[in-house]
């Protein structure tokens, strides 16, 4: 079965450390992957995506994400956490072809930056 | 440009009573998504529009649950009746072109559902 897993169901940083949100896939063929950011009661908002090409992609709000094919991981990272970036964060994954696409999402990590 | 809009952002209803959900995706992006998101969970996918034609509704529960997308833009979907399972929040996304993969989903802000 094609899965995405975010095995920390929460991940606890002090501002100005670095931050990584991991996120590992088991899927076949040439996966699309994806991050989204999730603030309360509002949608999920896209973060960044590797489709092909460079390894490390980056993102919006200083975000970037590393594609480890032989680990099968997308593992978000920030240099330097705020206090703003506390919020859900989802990895998702697309599979298909063109007879059409699917995306499975983690089941989210929460962030919580401390001052 | 605006995002993806969607309607009622909160409704609280008794079990039995039908719902509707109305969503309004980015001006131009053929595709329109309804996913369901419970509580500390991911979104999953309930069924997917490619125009005015529902391409994956293999999710769909259909013996409740209906949607529709009649000119190709807006979208409602709608529970008939509601059962106290279906409180969860109710994305609505939506994406530009056709059966590529890569492109990429923009959400509204969601409907949040509570059956009493």
């Known amino acids: 079965a094609q899965s995405v897993a975010q095995p920390e169901d929460q991940v606890n940083v002090a501002e100005g450390n670095p931050l990584t949100v991991k996120c590992t896939y088991s899927v076949s063929g040439n996966p699309y992957l994806f991050w989204y950011v999730q603030y309360p009661n509002r949608g999920l908002q896209f973060l960044l995506k590797?489709?092909?090409?460079?390894?490390l992609v980056k993102g919006s709000y200083g975000f970037e994400a590393e594609f480890n094919k032989s680990q099968t991981s997308f593992h978000l990272k920030k240099p330097s956490a705020l206090v703003s970036d506390s919020a859900l964060y989802f990895c998702?994954?697309?599979?298909?072809?063109?007879?059409?696409?699917?995306?499975?999402f983690g089941a989210g990590t929460r962030l919580f930056v401390k001052a | 440009e605006a995002g993806v809009v969607q309607s009622p952002r909160y409704k609280i209803i008794e079990k039995k009573q039908p719902v509707a959900f109305w969503c309004n995706p980015i001006?131009?992006?053929?595709?329109l998504y309804w996913y369901l998101q419970n509580l500390g969970q991911g979104p999953e996918l309930l069924i997917r529009y490619e125009n005015e034609e529902a391409v994956d509704d293999s999710q769909l529960p259909k013996d409740r649950f209906s949607a529709e997308r009649l000119k190709g833009v807006d979208s409602t979907l709608k529970i008939q009746p509601a059962e106290l399972g279906d409180s969860a929040v109710y994305l609505c996304?939506?994406?530009?072109?056709?059966?590529?993969?890569?492109?990429?989903?923009?959400f509204g802000p969601g409907t949040r559902l509570l059956v009493l």
């Open positions: 998702a994954v697309r599979v298909g072809n063109t007879g059409g696409f699917k995306t499975i």
């Open positions: 001006s131009g992006h053929n595709t």
């Open positions: 590797y489709i092909t090409g460079d390894n």
């Open positions: 996304a939506s994406s530009a072109g056709t059966s590529g993969g890569e492109e990429t989903q923009y």
